[in-house]
């Protein structure tokens, strides 16, 4: 019952409550789902849910919209900010705390496939019969007489480049119903609807998403094939955008659009000026005409140092471990696959419990760097709980890690579109991000060997990551000022 009030509750914020429910949509139904499937999950809680580096990321960022809109003067906005805020905290737990095997993250995925495919199918359908004023298509002007019209969805999907960014992050996570030696299967359940996400992308005209998508197939190349075909991969996809005009007739470039780098350097102008906890919480544009096409800049001029420095740090606990897991693989005879493994699943069935013991002789309690191992760390309670694998799904260690593996793909294709895109704290990203805790609780429960980095040692990532972020964006500001 939990996961399906999770998938409903999803669906609704995709879909708004209007089209969902009709004429019961001002009675705010999607809070009484939420706080539903919350009661329901409370007994499914695991014991170690609130201890996850995670959940310390959201409660501090919780907390900088708070402080952030208090301190600027905004004290009944305040509370608003916080409520607001609140959806992202509830996706996370609920996610994390269903998704117990690979059937539960495929139908979080087939959730948010079946959504974007009805608004890409109204945003077409649309097009075709010149329903130029239909609310799933956005009139942008980008010359004098001369406008394109961008697909869109509703709610929280009612910006082309929000649309965009959830397509493209969706885009690997189809590949969780990809089949060894299944072609027929793997072209009707994976081919074909990321044909169709692709098309959708095509019609939201987001330069972002496409360079987005070109970075998610040259890391998912690279991977499988090998760095020199990966970068030529990627430069035939680029040039084919240009030849489809898949810009909808922008240029595509640093500064193309609405002065971003413009936009940039007043972000940055408001990280000086309010260095801790930022400008407020959502309020970018009431200092600048535009917000500045980056969540990075958007994130620390809103929330502050302090307050980006926790959504850095969830997206370095989510990373990190996805990346540790996926490159750990090791095949049957212990040597290391590394990190090809994204996109196939050409693995040999092995024993459970001969390729447990065999792993196991293979990694320390704990290692050279202070980073312990996730068995103890889950035996003792730390991050994830004492939960037991009482699951039946039969899912042996090579697929866990391919699932890691695309995992960080999807990651990869929200942070690559956020360079570009205003979307720091949304919906989308605490799906994933629990989707991918999902990943390394079910390798926890089965015994897979892989290291958790200790919650100081994540922290002092994350700043160093921090400081990174923003000093990149004040080199390319320098750049461009030269």
Same mark, same amino acid.
């Given at each position: 019952?939990?996961?399906?009030?999770?998938?409903?509750?999803?669906?609704?914020?995709?879909?708004?409550?209007?089209?969902?429910?009709?004429?019961?949509?001002?009675?705010?139904?999607?809070?009484?789902?939420?706080?539903? *499937?919350?009661?329901?999950?409370?007994?499914?809680?695991? !014991?170690?849910?609130?201890?996850?580096?995670?959940?310390?990321?959201? *409660?501090?960022?919780?907390?900088?919209?708070?402080?952030?809109?208090?301190?600027?003067?905004?004290?009944?906005?305040?509370?608003?900010?916080?409520?607001?805020?609140? !959806?992202?905290?509830?996706?996370?737990?609920?996610? +994390?705390?269903?998704?117990?095997?690979?059937?539960?993250?495929?139908?979080?995925?087939?959730?948010?496939?079946?959504?974007?495919?009805?608004?890409?199918?109204?945003?077409?359908?649309?097009?075709?019969?010149?329903?130029?004023?239909?609310?799933?298509?956005?009139? #942008?002007?980008?010359?004098?007489? /001369?406008?394109?019209?961008?697909?869109?969805?509703?709610?929280?999907?009612?910006? !082309?480049?929000?649309?965009?960014?959830?397509?493209?992050?969706?885009?690997?996570?189809?590949?969780?119903? &990809?089949?060894?030696?299944? =072609?027929?299967?793997?072209?009707?359940?994976?081919?074909?609807?990321?044909? &169709?996400?692709?098309?959708?992308?095509?019609?939201?005209?987001?330069?972002?998403?496409?360079?987005?998508?070109?970075? /998610?197939?040259? /890391?998912?190349?690279?991977?499988?094939?090998?760095?020199?075909?990966?970068?030529?991969?990627?430069?035939?996809?680029?040039?084919?955008?240009?030849?489809? =005009?898949?810009?909808?007739?922008? #240029?595509?470039?640093?500064?193309?659009?609405?002065?971003?780098?413009?936009?940039?350097?007043?972000?940055?102008?408001?990280?000086?000026?309010?260095?801790?906890?930022?400008?407020?919480?959502?309020?970018?544009?009431?200092?600048?005409?535009?917000?500045?096409?980056?969540?990075?800049? +958007?994130?620390?001029?809103?929330?502050?140092?302090?307050?980006?420095?926790?959504? +850095?740090?969830?997206?370095?606990?989510?990373?990190? =471990?996805?990346?540790?897991?996926?490159?750990?693989?090791?095949?049957?005879?212990?040597? *290391?696959?590394?990190?090809?493994?994204?996109?196939?699943?050409?693995? #040999?069935?092995?024993?459970?419990?001969?390729?447990?013991?065999?792993?196991?002789?293979?990694?320390?309690?704990?290692?050279?760097?202070?980073? $312990?191992?996730?068995?103890?760390?889950?035996?003792?309670? /730390?991050?994830?709980?004492?939960?037991?694998?009482?699951?039946?799904?039969?899912?042996? $260690?090579?697929?866990?890690?391919?699932? *890691?593996?695309?995992?960080?793909?999807?990651?990869?294709?929200?942070?690559?579109?956020? &360079?570009?895109?205003?979307?720091?704290?949304?919906? &989308?990203?605490?799906?994933?991000?629990?989707?991918?805790?999902?990943?390394?609780?079910?390798?926890?429960?089965?015994?897979?060997?892989?290291?958790?980095?200790?919650?100081?040692?994540?922290?002092?990532?994350?700043?160093?990551?921090?400081?990174?972020?923003?000093?990149? +964006?004040?080199?390319?500001?320098?750049?461009?000022?030269?």
């Amino acid at each position: 019952m939990g996961l399906f009030l999770t998938l409903l509750y999803i669906l609704t914020a995709y879909l708004s409550p209007a089209t969902l429910f009709g004429a019961l949509a001002p009675y705010h139904l999607e809070l009484v789902l939420a706080v539903v *499937a919350l009661l329901f999950s409370i007994p499914s809680f695991p !014991p170690g849910l609130f201890r996850q580096p995670q959940m310390l990321a959201i *409660a501090g960022m919780l907390m900088a919209v708070f402080v952030s809109l208090l301190l600027t003067g905004w004290f009944r906005s305040a509370p608003n900010g916080v409520w607001n805020f609140l !959806p992202d905290v509830f996706v996370y737990i609920l996610v +994390v705390t269903h998704c117990k095997t690979k059937k539960h993250l495929q139908m979080v995925v087939l959730t948010l496939f079946f959504a974007s495919a009805y608004v890409i199918l109204r945003g077409t359908m649309a097009l075709y019969a010149n329903e130029l004023t239909s609310p799933f298509l956005f009139n #942008q002007g980008i010359g004098e007489d /001369v406008h394109i019209y961008r697909l869109r969805g509703l709610s929280i999907i009612g910006d !082309p480049n929000d649309f965009s960014q959830v397509l493209v992050s969706l885009i690997p996570c189809l590949f969780l119903f &990809w089949e060894r030696e299944r =072609n027929f299967r793997n072209l009707v359940f994976v081919g074909l609807p990321v044909l &169709w996400l692709i098309y959708g992308m095509y019609l939201t005209h987001s330069r972002g998403a496409i360079i987005a998508l070109i970075a /998610v197939i040259v /890391v998912a190349a690279y991977r499988l094939i090998g760095p020199f075909v990966a970068a030529a991969i990627g430069t035939c996809t680029f040039a084919i955008s240009i030849a489809l =005009n898949w810009s909808g007739g922008r #240029q595509i470039s640093v500064e193309a659009g609405a002065d971003r780098m413009d936009a940039w350097a007043t972000g940055l102008e408001l990280i000086k000026q309010h260095p801790f906890f930022g400008v407020g919480f959502t309020r970018f544009t009431e200092y600048n005409q535009i917000t500045a096409h980056n969540s990075i800049v +958007v994130c620390a001029a809103e929330l502050g140092f302090i307050g980006f420095f926790f959504w +850095v740090l969830f997206l370095v606990t989510n990373l990190r =471990n996805g990346l540790v897991l996926e490159k750990m693989q090791l095949n049957p005879q212990g040597s *290391a696959r590394g990190m090809k493994s994204a996109f196939s699943d050409s693995y #040999q069935y092995v024993d459970k419990h001969k390729s447990i013991q065999k792993m196991k002789t293979l990694e320390p309690a704990i290692d050279v760097r202070g980073e $312990e191992s996730a068995e103890r760390r889950f035996r003792s309670g /730390v991050y994830t709980g004492n939960v037991p694998n009482t699951n039946k799904e039969q899912i042996n $260690e090579f697929e866990i890690r391919r699932l *890691a593996g695309l995992m960080v793909l999807c990651l990869i294709g929200f942070l690559v579109a956020g &360079w570009f895109l205003s979307r720091a704290y949304v919906m &989308w990203l605490f799906i994933f991000g629990g989707m991918m805790q999902a990943v390394v609780q079910m390798a926890i429960s089965r015994d897979i060997p892989f290291s958790l980095a200790s919650l100081p040692r994540l922290m002092k990532l994350s700043l160093i990551a921090s400081i990174t972020l923003l000093l990149l +964006v004040y080199i390319i500001l320098r750049l461009r000022n030269l």
